[in-house]
């Protein structure tokens, strides 16, 4: 970044909130740059304002609104998980705002995917199943990894899961693009579109040693990471 101050913007996952950069967004501002690591409406600290209305159109505006809030210009805008589809439709909404584009493990849509189109046939039958439980909302995908417990995370509308993205295209004028793979996360939906950006030379690709949450197993070397895709 050549010693210049760089504005991220940091987007969490399905069922996360801005608390899961915590450790990832300090080391982040130790190296001398600003963060900004919103929730998500319904998520994190926006738990309360949750319901079956909330569609990834929300969580896109979140993200656009925060940079316009903000005046933020020559973003660094950070995707993990389900964060890469909101940062690619804030990306196509306010381009000239955004320098680079970094998905961390994230899927990375095209016009009209859904999360459910993209994701694995498990993935989709315990969407679907949990919302039919959850009177339309989904609970998070059960997994091994030590944050299995963790309290925080929260619920959120089937909307957000089978909307599908609306793109004009503008996104793909944005030249410095990242790609990065949690290697210990396997069978992983994010292989595919890994191995297709390490095959385009319009795009930078790295690897994380740890399971899919990335900055909560591994925040300082995500960090690491993040700052050399904001370069």
Do not use: K
């Amino acid at each position: 970044m050549g010693g210049s101050v760089a504005n991220f913007v940091l987007v969490h996952g399905a069922w996360g909130g801005a608390w899961v950069w915590d450790e990832t967004a300090e080391a982040i501002r130790a190296a001398g740059h600003r963060v900004h690591a919103l929730d998500l409406t319904g998520l994190g600290a926006r738990g309360h304002l949750g319901g079956l209305g909330v569609n990834l159109t929300t969580h896109i505006t979140d993200v656009t609104e925060t940079m316009t809030a903000h005046r933020l210009s020559e973003v660094i805008l950070v995707g993990h998980s389900y964060g890469g589809m909101v940062i690619t439709g804030a990306a196509d909404r306010a381009a000239e705002r955004v320098a680079a584009l970094v998905y961390l493990d994230a899927f990375l849509p095209r016009d009209g995917d859904s999360l459910l189109s993209l994701g694995t046939e498990h993935s989709r039958a315990w969407i679907l199943a949990s919302a039919q439980r959850g009177g339309g909302f989904v609970e998070r995908l059960p997994r091994t990894d030590s944050f299995a417990s963790e309290a925080r995370y929260r619920a959120q509308s089937l909307a957000c899961f089978a909307e599908g993205i609306r793109l004009s295209g503008a996104y793909q004028g944005i030249r410095r693009r990242s790609y990065i793979r949690a290697i210990g996360y396997d069978p992983s939906p994010f292989a595919a579109p890994h191995a297709a950006c390490v095959a385009d030379p319009g795009w930078r690709t790295a690897t994380i040693g740890t399971g899919h949450t990335t900055m909560l197993e591994d925040p300082i070397g995500t960090a690491r990471l993040l700052l050399e895709a904001g370069g």
